[in-house]
């Protein structure tokens, strides 16, 4: 079992830089994601990292913005976002898979809570 808790999130403006993290309890050995939620949209798949770190995936709109990153003897996951815009404004969910490297989330298998990121002028 992986408790996973998300941290971070908060208003900015556009063009800020943000940071979320995602703290994991318990034994974490798992492929990591980051996804979000907009108001009245369906949750989409952000980005990806494999449980090395070698391996990264990104939604077309996040390349060359955000990054995700992890530390494994911190358990955390991070996702560094630049260059914000308003529509990057959503509830940002860390997952955990079993699976391996994954972007779409029924393949995963631990969910946090959210965090809420509001970009706005």
């Known amino acids: 079992q992986v408790q996973l808790v998300e941290s971070g999130g908060r208003l900015v403006q556009p063009g800020d830089s943000l940071k979320l993290s995602c703290a994991s309890s318990?034994?974490?050995?798992?492929?990591m994601g980051w996804f979000r939620q907009a108001p009245g949209k369906e949750r989409k798949f952000v980005a990806a990292?494999?449980?090395?770190?070698?391996?990264?995936y990104y939604a077309d709109p996040m390349k060359g913005r955000f990054t995700i990153s992890r530390d494994n003897a911190k358990n955390t996951l991070y996702l560094q976002m630049n260059s914000l815009k308003l529509e990057d404004t959503a509830v940002y969910y860390c997952?955990?898979?079993?699976?391996?490297?994954?972007?779409?989330?029924?393949?995963?298998?631990?969910w946090g809570q959210g965090t809420q990121v509001t970009v706005s002028s």
């Open positions: 997952a955990a898979s079993s699976r391996g490297v994954a972007t779409t989330e029924v393949l995963y298998d631990y």
């Open positions: 318990g034994r974490n050995s798992y492929a």
């Open positions: 990292i494999s449980y090395s770190g070698g391996n990264t």
